[in-house]
């Protein structure tokens, strides 16, 4: 029943290690996203994909790589974690990028991030 | 760039009418969303504005003045559940579509 479920919904990790977050949104929406909300709550706009094409690429590090397989999942891999990883990695998905009408984002559940 | 200004807390009494300004400042405007997010949830969407006027959904409203850079979101007849984080988000005219720039949010605290 879930429309945005991401895995795993915590993640505790050393430093130095590589780590990936997954995504499915089974709405059947085109557009995906990942989210940074850091501790000051902050939400930032990291990557976005449509039908398996990026069309946001923030200024993130390249130790972070999206990869989207096909329209319904959208996965996020770090390498090399940072102290200043440690976060809420929210995915998102929105029926098309294209109009606002139908860029309502809903959100996944979150992933936090603690690196060690 | 976009500067979105929201306050960062305020607290009202169980019953009472909240009004949450957020102010803009973008190089071009495709439309306003207002989000919540309870803490430690997912934010989940509250409404949208793309022309100025008022957005009416049940006990929340939202208003925007394109002119200004400004919106607003009211509560009415407000509830404890509705304490929470709201975050003003403003969809801006870039190459890169459904790109949402987000405020900081602000905290309300709903008071028995």
């Known amino acids: 029943d879930t429309a945005v479920s991401q895995t795993p919904k915590y993640l505790v990790t050393q430093m130095g290690n590589d780590k990936s977050i997954k995504c499915e949104q089974n709405?059947?929406?085109?557009?995906m996203y990942w989210y940074k909300q850091d501790s000051k709550k902050f939400l930032k706009i990291m990557f976005s994909?449509?039908?398996?094409?990026?069309?946001i690429n923030e200024t993130v590090p390249n130790r972070f790589s999206p990869k989207s397989p096909d329209k319904a999942h959208l996965n996020l891999h770090i390498n090399s974690l940072e102290l200043g990883d440690s976060a809420v990695y929210f995915c998102?998905?929105?029926?098309?990028?294209?109009?606002?009408?139908?860029?309502?984002?809903?959100f996944g559940a979150g992933t936090r991030l603690s690196v060690l | 760039g976009q500067n979105i200004d929201q306050p960062t807390e305020m607290t009202a009494t169980e019953g009472a009418i909240v009004q949450i300004n957020c102010t803009y400042q973008?190089?071009?405007?495709?439309?306003l969303f207002w989000y919540q997010q309870h803490a430690g949830e997912a934010p989940t969407f509250l409404s949208y504005?793309?022309?100025?006027g008022l957005e009416e959904k049940g006990r929340f409203s939202s208003f925007l003045s394109r002119s200004k850079g400004y919106s607003y979101l009211l509560l009415k007849e407000l509830q404890m559940k509705d304490s929470a984080s709201y975050l003003c988000?403003?969809?801006?005219?870039?190459?890169?579509?459904?790109?949402?720039?987000f405020g900081a949010g602000t905290q309300v605290v709903v008071t028995p």
């Open positions: 994909y449509n039908n398996k094409e990026l069309i």
């Open positions: 709405l059947g929406h085109d557009t």
């Open positions: 973008t190089s071009g405007f495709n439309g």
């Open positions: 504005n793309v022309l100025d």
């Open positions: 988000a403003v969809s801006p005219i870039t190459d890169s579509w459904g790109k949402l720039q």
């Open positions: 998102a998905s929105s029926h098309s990028a294209a109009l606002v009408a139908k860029n309502i984002q809903y």
